[in-house]
């Protein structure tokens, strides 16, 4: 079964997202995880955190947690979606999809040890 493996919620400017949700919900964040351009919500399950980008969107991005990214990518333009190139990530290989409506969505094979 596939299952949501994590989500990201965009944000033009990492430190004030920080700032709010901390406050707002008392989120704390693991520094080993986070980077400049990503926050990762410390103890969230499923996990999660904030992308930097320069134009947010106003809904999450989804990341499902398969076991081949590559099949998947197979799978969903045989289905009529699309499929990016793979992209391997200290947390494993992941691909943006969109299905054959132009939803977008992320495969994520994770990394051993995640």
């Known amino acids: 079964m596939i299952q949501l493996g994590y989500f990201t ?8 997202a920080r700032a709010f949700y901390g406050e ?5 964040f693991d520094e080993t995880q986070s980077h400049p351009t990503y ?4 103890d969230s399950d499923p996990p999660f955190g904030f992308t930097k980008v320069e134009r947010a969107r106003d809904f999450p991005h989804l990341y499902f947690r398969v076991d081949d990214v590559a099949a998947l990518c197979a799978r ?6 699309k ?4 992209s391997e990530t200290r947390s494993g290989l992941t691909a943006v999809v969109s299905d054959d409506q132009g939803v977008s969505f992320s495969l994520w094979q994770p990394a051993p040890g995640f």
């Open 9 to 16: 919620i965009d944000t033009p400017d990492i430190d004030k």
């Open 24 to 28: 707002a919900f008392g989120w704390t």
């Open 39 to 42: 926050a990762h919500v410390a």
């Open 76 to 81: 969903v333009t045989a289905l009529g979606g």
């Open 83 to 86: 499929a990016a190139v793979p």
